[in-house]
């Protein structure tokens, strides 16, 4: 095993034990925050019906009059047993209803972020040809329209100019099936995907037009490259990197975006999920989607990290 | 209100009303033959709760819940009546302290075990036993077993009201000792006498039910399944609907009624009790003279126009309407008369008062018209609006001046609602409770019509004269039923059977 390859496990393996304090610090927080929330948790699991009496008994069971601290210290000492808890209203399991929700939130914020790779390789490409050119311009607008238009009405406009009409997509919800879950996650894909691009479109136009006054890219042209070689081989290459980055965050962004698609779409995922249990006070879901959310964006950096140190010779992690 | 506000709310209910279908909530030509099969794909507006029966509030909940666990009986299908179910017939003794419970012989849990006494038994300790519920079934004071199909129940004081708590869907029958399992377990996956089991099932997701295969009303349920999806928005259920993908979505809003296609949405009878709450305990609205005069502000044609979009009627006292033994108030109840209310609130009246409602449409548009209604005398004012769940909270603990609320019943006797109001310490308001209850032991013990409604009247007397809330309108609640869909009856609190429903 070479060097390189032993400190990037290692870097790996750092990251991953770093994580460990950085989800405790924000579910300490998130627990914090749901506390200073008005309402009472324990009124909405009992019922309006319920005497005073009944509701506080509620609370004592549920640990629900406990100091933060307390609650705290119970719940990661839970957590670390892999127990996630139950949930206040439903009494099903914190960790399966995530675990039933994570594959369509998942899906919708890869694919999207899939589709907003390749079309903003395409048009950043297309529009880094001619600086200003009347491609270059339209590119741009589509940039500023990915950023200005809210991603509900996006979502809206594509069931009422796609779905509706044509059929080929479900209005709302997930079908049976591999081919109909598919089908069910084109369209909130595509949207997530609009709502994404834009920061990547421009970030590769800027690194494209650049690169092609670079030194080794005019030593390239001299040598004979030209068109899609010089293009692909040259420019794109180096402009990969610092796509990644700008990748990563808009993943991020797509994972917390999926909420509003999967209200639009009818999804039943985590982002509809966590919506419910915070407007239903329901702690425990809330606290164990936050440490999912929490996980899967650190993981999101650190696979950036490495990818970046793989394709770009220049970037080196070591533990 | 503005004119030009008004103009535009009066053209949107006439809009309104040109596309809604006034079937009394039924559906479909009795002459039809029911076709058996297929499946209903049915939108809910609010997360499914789960099927622990005592923590279900929601009418989806509910809804879902008495097709699986069914309760002794049922909702009669014109909505204003009780009908047998799992109970075959039902008497009360000659004092009304016991009442005489026999089983449908047919009656099946979906495991094929018959329904027997001891299943009731169990379950009427279940009820009692719940914080929420289980005042309400407190009276039982213990269940005598006749037979294996066949209970006394025996109550502490006369109850005639108790037959149509049986109908609530939290009154479900569950096997005896859950059949085997614990409480915990057996709610994440029951097994009840309902026309339907449980496949699977989420809070946010589907809730999918399969035919129950022995359910003792011959030939029903007429559908094979039912798919129950979460459709929070507003704009998903029309295109839901429109695209066929849904076959029905409950409690649909106003504002999306009128943009589905014509005949789809149909509107119930004039019900649910859409209420303003005044916090007794805060200084300014302890006194009766400021909450009659905040009545008497109230504009209850912007109200029924402005807000519910003509799908409800200035109220006519402060009890939901369309229930069995209601009766209006004998005193009048309140009418817009900014003069009345200015000389009841002369030198009494509050500078300034809080309103909070939850974060909807129809509720934004309620609170900016007591808002205007207010200013004209003299009151501003500050409207706070908070999700459901947290504005409900506020006012459960007594944290609130004035909020937007509204409640119905959940079975076809008019005691019901007034019994939530009791338990609720008047919704919360923190008015005494004491007179009421009186009047409504009186309506229990009881089996006259006509005693019966006299002790209602004495009731909407009693909240019309002390006003711990002004009841601003009885609205109508609208179900989006699609053309293919036939057999739905739906009840003027907005829950129905699927068991009826099939489609073409």
Redesign the interface.
């Given at each position: 095993m070479t060097d390189e390859v032993t400190g990037r496990f290692a870097f790996v393996a750092r990251r991953v034990v770093s994580l460990v304090p950085l989800v405790l610090g924000i579910l300490l927080l998130a627990m914090l925050l749901l506390s200073l929330a008005p309402g009472n948790p324990a009124r909405n699991v009992t019922g309006p019906r319920a005497s005073q009496g009944e509701v506080d008994k509620v609370a004592h069971q549920l640990g629900l009059d406990q100091p933060v601290w307390e609650r705290y210290l119970h719940y990661v000492g839970k957590v670390s047993t892999g127990d996630l808890g139950t949930s206040l209203k439903t009494g099903q399991r914190v960790s399966g209803q995530i675990a039933s929700q994570l594959p369509v939130t998942l899906s919708i914020a890869v694919l999207g972020v899939l589709i907003a790779l390749v079309a903003s390789v395409l048009l950043a490409i297309a529009a880094a040809r001619r600086p200003d050119g009347i491609v270059d311009q339209a590119v741009r607008l589509i940039a500023v329209l990915g950023i200005g238009l809210p991603t509900f009405w996006v979502a809206i406009m594509a069931i009422r100019l796609i779905a509706l009409p044509t059929g080929w997509f479900p209005v709302a919800g997930v079908g049976q099936g591999l081919l109909e879950h598919l089908r069910s996650y084109v369209l909130p894909a595509v949207v997530v995907g609009i709502s994404t691009m834009a920061p990547m479109i421009r970030s590769l136009r800027a690194t494209m037009i650049e690169l092609y006054e670079a030194e080794f890219v005019l030593a390239a042209r001299t040598l004979g490259f030209s068109g899609p070689s010089l293009v692909v081989g040259f420019q794109l290459r180096n402009a990969v990197p610092p796509l990644i980055t700008v990748a990563a965050a808009q993943a991020g962004y797509a994972l917390f975006g999926t909420v509003v698609v999967e209200v639009a779409f009818g999804l039943p995922g985590m982002g509809q999920g966590l919506a419910t249990a915070a407007s239903t006070q329901d702690f425990p879901l809330v606290q164990g989607y936050v440490i999912v959310f929490a996980v899967m964006i650190v993981l999101i950096y650190l696979f950036t990290d490495v990818i970046n140190s793989i394709v770009d010779p220049r970037v080196r992690i070591t533990a | 209100m503005p004119r030009n506000r008004l103009a535009a709310a009066a053209l949107a209910a006439v809009l309104a009303t040109t596309l809604v279908a006034c079937g009394g909530g039924t559906s479909g030509s009795a002459s039809n033959t029911p076709v058996q099969g297929g499946t209903l794909h049915v939108l809910r507006a609010t997360?499914?709760?789960?099927f622990?029966l005592?923590?279900e509030?929601l009418n989806s909940t509910l809804q879902i819940s008495q097709s699986v666990i069914e309760p002794l009986i049922r909702v009669g299908e014109d909505g204003k009546s009780l009908a047998p179910g799992i109970a075959a017939s039902w008497s009360y003794n000659k004092s009304n302290t016991a009442l005489t419970i026999k089983i449908n012989p047919d009656a099946k849990f979906s495991n094929g075990k018959p329904v027997t006494a001891d299943d009731v038994a169990f379950s009427v300790d279940r009820w009692k036993a719940g914080?929420?519920?289980g005042?309400?079934f407190a009276g039982i004071k213990s269940v005598q077993k006749v037979d294996d199909k066949t209970v006394i129940l025996h109550l502490a004081a006369p109850d005639t009201s108790l037959v149509a708590f049986l109908s609530w869907a939290i009154a479900g029958v569950v096997p005896k000792d859950f059949g085997g399992q614990s409480a915990?377990d057996y709610?994440?996956s029951p097994i009840g006498a309902g026309a339907f089991k449980v496949e699977k099932w989420?809070?946010?997701?589907?809730v999918v039910l399969a035919k129950n295969p022995d359910y003792y009303q011959p030939g029903r349920p007429y559908v094979d399944k039912v798919v129950s999806?979460?459709?929070?928005?507003p704009?998903?259920v029309t295109?839901?609907l429109?695209?066929g993908?849904a076959d029905m979505a409950d409690d649909v809003l106003p504002v999306t009624a009128s943009t589905l296609p014509k005949g789809v949405a149909h509107a119930g009878p004039e019900h649910s009790a859409q209420v303003l709450v005044m916090n007794t305990k805060v200084p300014g609205l302890a006194d009766v003279d400021v909450r009659r005069g905040i009545g008497y502000a109230i504009n209850f044609d912007d109200i029924t126009k402005g807000a519910f979009k003509g799908f409800g009627t200035a109220p006519t006292g402060a009890l939901p309407t369309n229930l069995s033994n209601w009766a209006p108030p004998s005193v009048p109840y309140f009418t817009h008369d900014v003069e009345k209310a200015k000389s009841l609130l002369a030198g009494k009246a509050p500078k300034k008062l809080q309103l909070l409602y939850s974060n909807d449409a129809t509720s934004s548009a309620e609170a900016q018209i007591v808002q205007d209604n207010l200013a004209e005398v003299g009151i501003t004012v500050q409207i706070k609006s908070?999700?459901?769940?947290?504005a409900?909270?506020?006012m459960?603990?007594g944290?609130y001046q004035m909020m937007l609320f509204s409640y119905s019943a959940i079975s076809p006797d008019a005691s019901d609602p007034a019994w939530?109001a009791v338990?609720?310490h008047t919704i919360f308001t923190g008015f005494p409770v004491g007179d009421a209850v009186r009047i409504l032991t009186d309506y229990a013990a009881t089996d006259s019509k006509q005693a019966k409604m006299k002790a209602i009247t004495r009731l909407q007397d009693l909240w019309t004269n002390e006003a711990p809330f002004i009841a601003l309108a009885n609205t109508r609640l609208i179900e989006a039923i699609n053309n293919n869909v036939h057999g739905a009856h739906v009840a003027p609190w907005g829950i129905y059977y699927f068991d009826t429903i099939w489609k073409k």
């Open positions: - | 997360p499914f709760e789960g622990d005592d923590k509030t914080p929420n519920y005042a309400s915990a709610f994440k989420s809070a946010n997701g589907d999806s979460f459709a929070s928005d704009n998903s295109l839901q429109r695209s993908q908070a999700d459901r769940s947290t409900f909270g506020a459960a603990s944290n939530f338990a609720t």
